[in-house]
């Protein structure tokens, strides 16, 4: 518990300290013109209230993220306390509040734009479609996976016709009609449906939280947290899934995710103060990691600790959603539980329709489409419905997961060289970004040889090696251009 309680209140006191010290470093002022005024189009560029914005924003960058990767990542032990903290304090809040100011500074421009600025052309290019293929994996993991919680608990008579990817006609149907609800949210003005459903969802995750919180403060006695004694690897299969980088991938959105960073234009449209940024960016973050730290501190309290948490992973075939439900409702009762599980299947949908709006939004930054016109966002969109619908039928769920953790990581990897940049750019300390950059270059370039076994490797040390390596020439490269950003900086 002691554990548990410092990290908790490490994370609330970031808020107020290392957030308020990145304020400045961005130079917020609230007297600054911002694009929801200057831009604004009755789409995307909306003025809305801060609080909206702020639940908007928690439920774009949370997904099943905070909840699913976070009882997974308790499996690796109380280590993973020491991940959500750390990472989501000096990683994960900085690199979303500073990659959100940067967009509310360059007219809500999306994400691939705004490294191409700090990066280079050839880093834009790649960014486009990197960005754009997240979104559609983001979009199609958060379709089908919420397809199947909902068709196993409503107990749907089965027609036992299997279909793609042994699919079946119950989860078929009802993928179908999220998809109709994403079509929607994607094409139709912010407003409509975001802002005005988003935030009572918002606060329906919050709360989930603050129920499992009560449940772990006041019935101690019952579920014991684990402390954080050493850094050993407690999951299962340590020799396979080392640490670095396994865990620092199973655990983003608790702790860092470059999906966060595609998002936050989107929010940046409808700020009406730069005052806000510290709250709807590095707060909703903040907030993410409370929300994953209570979720695997209860994982590991609730089966009496990490092997029981491993052993119930393994009994479960590693269903997360299973674990959700088992807990809610031995902790809540089986009302409270329902009310869990549909919090979880709105966090995925809530995730994905916003994977496909920015999606929309990045090409049509790259085409030059004004979005005023209904049908030119028709245009834009309906060939991300289709690719996701592609992956649906085509790739099995491990295989989409898979892509997603490396490609979520590597964006987050790219955003926080932008950020260093940036920071060169406008003579501001460089290593709030730059040691960031380097942690995850590296958990990038390493989880590439670790998993891929035909090296044959006895173990991972070559892995790490090859990791290093690679790592080292991206550094150099970047390297040069950040001394020569900061000298050019210097001479002005």
């Not at 397809?147 to 042994?166: D, H």
């Not at 491993?310 to 329902?338: C, D, P, W």
């Not at 209904?374 to 969109?381: D, F, G, H, Q």
Request: glycine share 8%; net charge positive; proline share 4%.
């Amino acid at each position: 518990m002691i554990t548990f309680i410092i990290c908790l209140t490490a994370l609330i006191a970031a808020y107020f300290t290392y957030g308020k010290y990145l304020e400045r470093v961005c130079d917020i002022d609230e007297k600054n013109p911002v694009p929801s005024k200057t831009l604004y189009d009755g789409v995307d560029y909306i003025p809305m209230p801060r609080w909206k914005i702020f639940l908007i924003q928690l439920l774009n960058i949370a997904g099943l993220g905070p909840i699913f990767g976070a009882i997974l990542g308790a499996a690796y032990g109380p280590v993973a306390f020491l991940w959500i903290t750390l990472g989501g304090i000096f990683m994960g809040a900085m690199h979303d509040f500073i990659a959100g100011a940067i967009s509310l500074k360059n007219n809500g421009l999306s994400l691939p734009e705004i490294i191409g600025k700090y990066l280079g052309e050839s880093t834009k290019h790649f960014m486009r479609i990197a960005s754009v293929l997240l979104m559609v994996l983001v979009g199609a993991v958060f379709m089908s996976q919420p397809a199947e919680l909902i068709a196993s608990n409503i107990n749907l008579p089965s027609l036992e016709i299997p279909l793609f990817n042994g699919m079946s006609i119950e989860v078929f149907i009802i993928l179908f009609i999220i998809l109709a609800y994403y079509i929607l949210a994607t094409i139709l003005p912010i407003n409509k449906i975001i802002g005005r459903i988003y935030p009572v969802f918002g606060l329906t995750l919050l709360i989930m939280a603050a129920g499992i919180l009560f449940v772990l403060l006041f019935h101690s006695d019952k579920y014991t947290i684990p402390e954080l004694t050493s850094l050993r690897n407690c999951i299962a299969d340590a020799e396979k899934m080392p640490i670095i980088p396994m865990l620092f991938t199973t655990i983003a959105c608790g702790a860092i995710s470059g999906f966060h960073a595609t998002q936050s234009p989107m929010m940046a449209r409808c700020i009406t103060s730069e005052k806000q940024s510290r709250s709807i960016f590095y707060g909703a973050m903040i907030s993410e990691s409370i929300i994953a730290l209570i979720w695997a501190a209860i994982a590991m309290a609730f089966w009496g600790g990490v092997d029981g948490l491993n052993a119930a992973i393994a009994e479960y075939g590693g269903s997360a959603a299973r674990l959700v439900n088992i807990i809610s409702e031995q902790t809540l009762g089986h009302t409270v539980s329902l009310f869990v599980i549909l919090g979880v299947i709105v966090c995925a949908i809530t995730s994905g329709d916003t994977a496909y709006r920015c999606a929309r939004l990045i090409v049509a930054d790259m085409l030059g489409v004004a979005q005023q016109n209904l049908s030119k966002r028709i245009v834009v969109s309906f060939p991300l419905f289709v690719m996701g619908l592609f992956i649906i039928f085509a790739l099995p769920f491990q295989t989409i997961w898979s892509y997603f953790a490396w490609m979520n990581q590597t964006l987050a990897a790219i955003t926080l060289w932008c950020i260093t940049v940036y920071l060169a750019e406008k003579r501001k300390p460089i290593i709030i970004g730059l040691i960031p950059a380097i942690i995850m270059t590296y958990v990038c370039s390493s989880y590439i040889f670790i998993s891929y076994t035909m090296l044959g490797m006895s173990n991972h040390t070559l892995a790490y090696i090859l990791g290093g390596i690679v790592s080292a020439a991206i550094i150099s490269i970047i390297g040069i251009k950040i001394y020569k950003v900061r000298q050019k900086a210097l001479d002005k």
